[in-house]
């Protein structure tokens, strides 16, 4: 079982400057292959003020030199939102700084601030991913190509590298509705749940994702990003997640996340904290995140945190807490 850690929890303060964050981030990651930790995401907003969102791939890019074993994955890019040969060749550059440990995880994006600033709108999303999708792949070939789309001409265009991954670093498609979870399982290497969704409508969605492997008889990993409130005790534990709880469930429900062919999302803000997070004492958050694995076969996890401490010193504790006391209980 591999589980990941959400960058964007280290670096999100306005009460500090945000580059002494990073390089505190950049020191908690520098422990985090130690502690038994697979990789860390990083996930990516338009001007989303007062939140704090910096660009995955350079914050990423920064984090190489700390996380050596690590994985380095969007968590996620929204792609129909980029000019896909630029996004073909940044994926190219931090595959080769990070020696071949980048994964690109991406998905439609749902607000329409950040759609109509790009020049595309919700319509328009499947089209644009699915067609940039295409481009990418054979632009990361290293064949010279000309194409022809709905949304990007390109004529006789080469890049000068090619990713150090063959053909091209793991795509994770994000997922949230029946139909994402086919997609996923159709074009990409992994399918993305959560982490607003409800524990069942991640069985749901990752019985959709089995049935469409066995469809096109190939093999798949499933993600899923999860919130975690960590304690001693379960009362503890509850009690410090339950205000982080409400700030995201409004944020996001100001950003009309919700949309029509979703699983619920949760935004209202009125769901019990058991129903979507991963909650309690260490023997019960190891307990949930198994019962993940071993029911709906979700293979990684990608923590995002309740109930992460201010300080630093309190943070690495928080870490070895996870790492002492859950990671060791989890499926090999």
Excluded at 207 to 217: F, H, I, P, R, S
Excluded at 240 to 254: H, I, L, S, V
Aim: charged share 25%.
């Amino acid at each position: 079982m591999d589980v990941g850690l959400y960058l964007k929890d280290f670096v999100d303060s306005r009460d500090r400057p945000t580059y002494e964050q990073v390089e505190d981030a950049a020191d908690i990651l520098a422990r985090a292959r130690s502690w038994g930790f697979m990789g860390v995401y990083a996930p990516q907003h338009w001007v989303a003020h007062p939140n704090i969102w910096l660009e995955p791939i350079p914050l990423l890019a920064r984090m190489v030199p700390a996380t050596e074993g690590l994985k380095l994955i969007t968590g996620i890019i929204l792609l129909p939102m980029h000019n896909p040969v630029h996004l073909a060749e940044q994926v190219i550059s931090i595959d080769h700084i990070s020696n071949g440990r980048f994964v690109l995880g991406v998905g439609l994006g749902y607000r329409e601030t950040e759609l109509e600033a790009t020049g595309t709108n919700r319509r328009e999303r499947v089209a644009r991913f699915e067609e940039s999708l295409k481009l990418m792949r054979m632009l990361w070939s290293g064949e010279e190509i000309s194409f022809e789309g709905d949304f990007w001409q390109v004529h006789d265009a080469k890049v000068a590298i090619t990713p150090v991954q063959k053909p091209h670093p793991p795509i994770w498609i994000a997922a949230q509705s029946r139909r994402a979870t086919r997609r996923a399982a159709i074009t990409a290497d992994a399918c993305l749940l959560g982490p607003q969704q409800g524990w069942k409508d991640i069985s749901h969605l990752a019985q959709v994702y089995k049935e469409a492997l066995a469809e096109e008889g190939k093999n798949g990993l499933l993600g899923a990003n999860r919130t975690i409130a960590i304690a001693r005790d379960r009362e503890t534990a509850f009690r410090e997640a339950r205000e982080a709880a409400e700030k995201k469930a409004g944020m996001y429900g100001g950003w009309n996340m919700q949309e029509r062919g979703s699983v619920d999302l949760g935004l209202s803000g009125d769901r019990d904290l058991a129903d979507w997070a991963i909650a309690g004492s260490p023997q019960e958050c190891a307990e949930q995140i198994t019962r993940a694995h071993d029911e709906d076969g979700v293979g990684y996890i990608g923590l995002g945190f309740l109930n992460l401490p201010a300080e630093q010193a309190a943070r690495i504790e928080y870490l070895q807490l996870i790492s002492e006391e859950v990671l060791p209980l989890l499926p090999k």
